[in-house]
């Protein structure tokens, strides 16, 4: 008995094929099969059994399984110590996005990061550009990341790192809206358009200051979900504004369910995405090996 043969049982335990466990474990459906015919030859008993419907366990199996389950658990918890021991990039990284990058960015960069550190515990939660940066400049949060206008001057009380990414804003509309052949789109051209209003702090800032000269928008429906205000506009029910990078490879613009127009002032800023740092933290390398995540994030 060796852990190889318990991770192809607690494989094919969980995908119930035979085949699709192989796929996934990169080895040869016999190959597998063999070895896990050798550890029922070694325990005495069956552990699968297979019908038209998949691959799955035998009563014996059902009862061994919990055991088999723990001792690979047991292992993982012994290779995350021994990988604690060899490195100082360990302990807990508290991190604070937009919703931009959280929806984009975030998921794969810490994906590959725990992937390669799973002895560091990560927190994230979302939340406007204001707050994080508050949030980091308190000591809440180690890495706040937000965006920033490039004509903005540096005025932020923490450090800022960049992550070489920019981005800049584009209106959402129905297909076939008339507002698609133009070049670009002014905010005041479309002011009495029904406004699907992206909820959040940038975009009311943005708004509201266009409002205090040209009046108010017709707003019809607020949302904090990028994904709800796409449906939203691919329903016809309203325009909507959001950055770039929101919309890359969404399925509503492969399915040609709405299409995107250039912006005018005020969205016709590019926005740089940071990471934020107060120095001086305890896990300073924890932090920088997260960012360098980020940036390298393809």
């Given at each position: 008995m060796n852990f190889e043969q318990l991770a192809y049982v607690k494989t094919v335990y969980e995908m119930e094929s035979m085949i699709h466990a192989s796929e996934k474990m990169h080895i040869s459906q016999s190959a597998m099969s063999q070895s896990i015919a050798n550890l029922e030859k070694e325990i005495g008993y069956k552990l699968f059994e297979r019908s038209r419907k998949g691959t799955f366990l035998t009563e014996e199996g059902q009862r061994l399984i919990p055991y088999i389950l723990?001792?690979?658990?047991?292992?993982?918890?012994?290779?995350?110590?021994?990988?604690?021991?060899?490195?100082?990039?360990?302990?807990?990284?508290?991190?604070a996005t937009i919703p931009t990058l959280f929806h984009k960015i975030v998921p794969k960069a810490l994906s590959h990061f725990k992937n390669d550190y799973p002895q560091v515990d990560v927190e994230v939660k979302e939340a406007d550009r204001e707050d994080i940066v508050d949030m980091v400049d308190k000591g809440d949060i180690d890495i706040g990341l937000i965006g920033k206008p490039e004509t903005e001057e540096n005025t932020l009380p923490?450090?800022?790192?960049?992550?070489?990414?920019?981005?800049?804003?584009?209106?959402?509309?129905?297909?076939?809206?008339?507002?698609?052949?133009?070049?670009?789109?002014?905010l005041e051209e479309i002011?009495?358009?029904?406004?699907?209003?992206?909820?959040?702090?940038?975009?009311?800032?943005?708004?509201?200051?266009?409002?205090?000269?040209?009046?108010?928008?017709?707003?019809?429906?607020?949302t904090t979900n990028p994904i709800v205000l796409m449906r939203t506009v691919a329903e016809g029910l309203g325009i909507g504004i959001v950055s770039n990078l929101m919309v890359e490879n969404e399925h509503f613009f492969?399915?040609?369910?709405?299409?995107?127009?250039s912006l005018g002032k005020p969205f016709d800023a590019a926005i740089s995405f940071l990471a934020v740092v107060k120095d001086g933290k305890h896990n300073e390398k924890t932090i920088q090996e997260f960012i360098n995540y980020l940036k390298n994030n393809e």
């Open positions: 723990e001792i690979l658990e047991s292992q993982n918890d012994l290779l995350v110590e021994v990988q604690n021991m060899k490195t100082d990039i360990a302990g807990t990284l508290k991190i923490v450090r800022e790192i960049s992550l070489n990414l920019t981005t800049k804003f584009k209106l959402l509309v129905p297909k076939k809206s008339k507002l698609t052949f133009r070049d670009y789109v002014n002011q009495d358009y029904p406004f699907i209003l992206y909820d959040r702090g940038f975009y009311h800032h943005q708004l509201k200051e266009f409002e205090k000269t040209h009046g108010p928008l017709k707003i019809v429906f607020k492969n399915d040609e369910m709405i299409e995107a127009v």
